[in-house]
C-alpha cells in the first residue's frame, strides 16, 4: 500500500492511501474533534464538527479521504468558530440540562463544550417539548437529548443484521425510534452498548444511574481529544 | 391612621420572603403575614423522569442543603428497588450518613455563624450596614475563621461522599456509588490542624459556649423573644434517640405529650394533611388527628430535641441534659433556643462524624443491593431545617409519575407565621414610628427557623426582605425594602 504525506495545521502526517482526513490526524496524534463518527462504524459526516479546509473549501475530515499532498487547515480561529457555533446550535434545538443527566461527565457534547469554552450560546433556545420515551423493556429514550447523531441506528442491529433503532420524520420533526419487537428482545449487552455508542444521554438503560461517582467518569480528569494528542488508542 | 407594613425582602435567610403587617386606626396590629412569593413546580417536572435521576435533579432545589434532597429522595426510591429502610448495605448506609452528618455541620455553621450571629454579637439594633457576616469578622477575626472552616470541613465530608460539595451524585437508589478510601478518611482524622474531626467538635463546643454566654447576660430576651406553645414533631430512633437520617415519626405537645409515636413514615399521609391559604404559595401542614387549626407543629432543631429521648454522643448528650434541665424537661418553646438546640446538633454531628469515619465498614465494597419492586415509594430524613418528606409514584416504564415534597420550611410556616405575630405584637404594636431595629426584630424570629425559602416553595429567585405598613383602607405607609 502506498504511503501519502499530508499537512494538518503546516504539521507534516504521514499515512497509507485511502484512508479519512480525521484517520490520518488520529494516527498523526492531531485532534478533530467529532461527535457523530464512532470507532469502526461507515462515517457518514452528519454533525460536521469535524469540518476542516483544504484549499478554501470546507469538507468533513471524517468523510473526506486525504490525498498526497494536501495541505489542510484543522485549527484556525474562524473554523473553530464554526466548530463551535455548531456545537451551539445542537445545544439550543434539543433541551440539554446537564445537572441532571446522568451522562454528564461522560457525554461527548458536553465535552467538547468545555473544551471549546462555550458559556452562553449565540442562538436563542428553542425549549422544545419532547418527551421521555420507554420504548422497550430495558430502554427509555430521552429525545430531549438527541442530536441525531445516527450512531445507534448505525451500531446497534440484531445477529441476523437488522436494525433495532431508525430515524423517523423529517427536518426539525425527526427523532429516533425503535423497531418494538426487536427492541423487546434486547439483551443487557445490547441495551449497554446502546446506551455507551450515544454520544448523549438520549439513550438510558432502565434501572442503574449515576453508577460512576464524580471523579471517576470519562472526561472529569482530562478533557475530550486528551488521548489522541497524547497519541493513546480510542 | 391605619397603616401597613411590609418587610421585603427578609434577609439572612435562604430564599425570597416578605412580611406584611397590618395596623388600625391606632396603630395596633390587626394581621400579620410572612409570605412567600416564589413558585417553581419541581413536583410537576419531575414527572415523566427516570426514577434513578429523582436524588440528583430534586435536590437542586437548593444550594444549601441539597444533601437532604438528595438523600430523602434516594431513601424514596431505595424503596421503589426492594431496598427499604435497614436494608441497605452497611457501607451504603455509613457513607449516606456521614454525607449527611457533614451537611449539618456546614449548614448548622452557616446558619448559626454567617447568619444568626450578627444579630446576637453586633446586637438588633446595630447599623444594618455591618450588622452582617462582614460585621463578624470585623469583630472577631478568629471566631470568623472558625466558622468558615466549621463550613469547609462539612463541605469536604459532602465532596468525599457525593462527589461534589454541592449537588452531588453519591446516593443511588439501593445504595451509593462510592466508598471512603483510606486516604481520605486520615485526612478528616488526622489532617493538619485545623482542618481534623478533633479540632471540629472542639469548637462546636466553643460554639454552645458562646451562646450560653450570651444567654446569660440577655435571659429575658432569648427567654421571652417569640416564645409561643406549639406541638412538635421530628424523626427519633426507634429507641428515642436523636437521629437526622432515619427513624420513625413522633410529635409531641407543648407539655410533652405524645401526639404520635413509633409511626412508620411510609404511612405519612394518614397523620400529615396540608392546608392551602390564597396569599402564600407556601402551604401549611398540619397533624390530622388535631384538625388545621390546632395540629400545626414546629420541626428543626428545637422540635427534635423536644421529641428525643437523648442524643447517642457523650458530649453532646450532656449538652442536652444541661438544655433539658432549663425547661425541667418539658419541651422547650423559646423560639431563640432553637439557635441553643441547633449548636448542640452541630457538636452532636461532629461527634458522629468522627465515629462513623473511625467504622471499618466505609472502606467496604458492597454499595448497592436489589430488591423486588414496588410502586412508590415515602423517603424522610432530618435535614438542618427540619423534618424533610419526599414521595414518589414510579410507573413500570421506570418513570416518575406523581412526586410531593414536604420540605422543612413548609413544616414551619404556621410557627414562623406565629413568630411574626408575636414580634409585631409586642414590639410593633400601638408605636409612633417603626424603627429599622424594630424590623429587624421581626426578621430575627423568622432567623430562628431557619427558612430555606427556596425548598420550601421549591422555587427560584434572589434574597429579598420587604416589610410594608399599610393603613386599614390598604394604603402602603411605610415600607422598607432590602
Redesign the interface.
Known sequence: MSEITITIDGRACKSPAGRTIFEVARTNGVYIPTLCNYKDLRPVGSCRVCTVRVAGRYMAACTQVAIDGMAVENTAPDLEDMRRSILEMLFVEGNHLCPSCEKSGNCELQALAYRYQIMVPRFPFQFPVRRVEAVAPKLLLEHNRCIQCLRCVRSIQTEDGRRIFVPQNRSRWRKIGVDPRLAAELTDEMALKAMEVCPVGSILRKGVGFAVPIGRRKFDKTPIGTDVAEGLPR | MARKITIEPVTRVEGHGKVTIHLDDAGKVQQSRFHIVEFRGFERFIQ???Y??A???VQ?LCGICPVSHHLAAAKAMDVV?GVGPGKLTATAEKMRRLMHYGQMLQSHALHFFHLASPDFLLGMDADPAVRNVIGIIALDKELATRAVLLRKFGQEIILAT???KI????A??GGM??NLSPEERDRFLKGAAPLNIDQMIAWAGAAIELFRGYHAKNKDLVDGFAAFPSNHLSLVRKDGALDFYHGVLRAVDAEGRKILNDVDYQDYLEYIGEEVRSWSYMKFPYIKSLGKSAGWYRVGPLARLNTCDHIPSPLAQKEFEAYKSYTDGKPNNMSLHTHWARLIELLHSAEVIKELLLDKDLQGTKL?K?GPRAPEGVGLVEAPRGTLFHHFRVNG???ITMANLIVSTTNNNEPMNRAVHWVAVNTLSEKPEITEGMLNRVEVAIRAYDPCLSCATHAVGRMPLDVSLVDARGRVLQREVR
Open positions: 415523566g423522569r427516570p434513578w435521576e436524588p440528583v435533579l437542586r428497588v457525593a462527589g461534589k449537588h452531588g451524585t453519591g443511588v437508589p456509588n462510592k448497592v436489589t416504564d421506570d418513570q
